[in-house]
């Protein structure tokens, strides 16, 4: 019961506080580049953890690939187009669409097992793929392409991050969450290296702009959405069956909606809270048929 609680803890964190980055991270891109606000997050983030767990930092060669791809899905692709969308579309639906993680996540899971799939599972699917595409089709207004566009690198966003929990999930099986989660920041940080050089040779006074503001969002995506954040994910995780952690998530609308009103004045519209509950419905529906099913363990 304390490890389960401990667990239930680890992933709140993560949850809250990544329910906060986008509108802060929104913020924060109108002064600091995209890839490089990137790099900066995730090279500095990484370091600090390396120090901080130096000594179970060794890994084996046969799990390279896996640790790559971690890294590429979870790191690269995700805050690419994390950062894409939101200098494109509204903060408040990031949290939103992030509530669609588990879904996409028991899919995954469901092919990664080989397990047949249900119709209550299909029709689950059929639900919470309804309110994604509420949300991917809001607009407050006339339809804007723009912040459509944005809305859909949205999602692409959440799906590389469940291609991360799939492959990730197999290296936490041999490795501490820390581990995972500094390579993950570390590799990710050397991809967009060469980005960050591109701009800071495109506009190299950009640094010299930055305001206490976009420094603060610097800094809180630093030690929160990466250093603390992604450790105590990982560790959550470690802990914790298969499908539970994605529940979690649902954390992130809470927290990413309140940020938003406060920060940058979004709106909570019908729009978000209908595709919300779509979406929470069928989340349920799928999980409760998979918690019954014998193939749930094998991912625990």
């Keep these: 019961m304390i490890k389960l609680n401990s667990a239930f803890l680890y992933v709140s964190i993560a ?69 894409i969308g939101l200098k494109l579309t509204q903060a408040i639906l990031a949290a939103f669409l992030v509530a669609s993680v588990p879904i996409f996540t028991l899919i995954a899971a469901h092919i990664y097992l080989k397990e047949k799939l249900s119709l209550r599972l299909i029709f689950a699917s059929l639900i919470a793929f309804a309110g994604v595409s509420t949300l991917i089709g809001k607009s407050d207004g006339p339809m804007n392409l723009t912040q459509v566009l944005g809305n859909i690198f949205l999602l692409l966003a959440t799906l590389s991050w469940v291609a991360h929990e799939i492959v990730g999930k197999k290296l936490l099986k041999i490795y501490d969450g820390g581990v995972v989660a500094f390579y993950s920041m570390a590799i990710g940080a050397a991809t967009f290296l060469p980005l960050f050089l591109w701009e800071f040779w495109q506009n190299p006074t950009w640094p010299q702009n930055v305001s206490l503001q976009a420094t603060s969002g610097l800094l809180y995506g630093i030690f929160f959405s990466s250093l603390i954040a992604y450790w105590a994910w990982q560790k959550g ?55 019954s099913h014998p193939l749930h363990k094998k991912l625990a």
């Excluded at 802060?24 to 983030?45: C, D, G, Q, Y």
């Excluded at 120090?51 to 890994?59: E, H, R, T, V």
């Excluded at 920060?263 to 419905?281: D, H, V, Y």
């Design 15 to 83: 949850s809250i506080a990544w329910g906060a980055t986008a509108p802060i991270m929104k913020l924060t891109l109108e002064e600091i580049p995209v890839f490089s606000l990137a790099f900066l997050r995730m090279a500095i983030a990484s370091f600090i953890l390396g120090f901080l767990i130096s000594k179970k930092l060794k890994i084996k060669k046969e799990h390279l690939s896996n640790f790559f791809w971690a890294a590429i899905t979870g790191v690269t692709l995700n805050l690419t187009f994390f950062f």
């Design 237 to 291: 995780l470690s802990l914790l069956p298969a499908g539970k952690a994605a529940f979690f998530f649902y954390l992130d609308p809470i927290s990413g909606s309140i940020v938003s009103i406060i920060l940058l004045g979004e709106k909570l519209t019908p729009a978000l809270i209908f595709g919300g509950i779509l979406i929470a419905t069928g989340v349920f529906l799928a999980e409760q048929k998979r918690q």
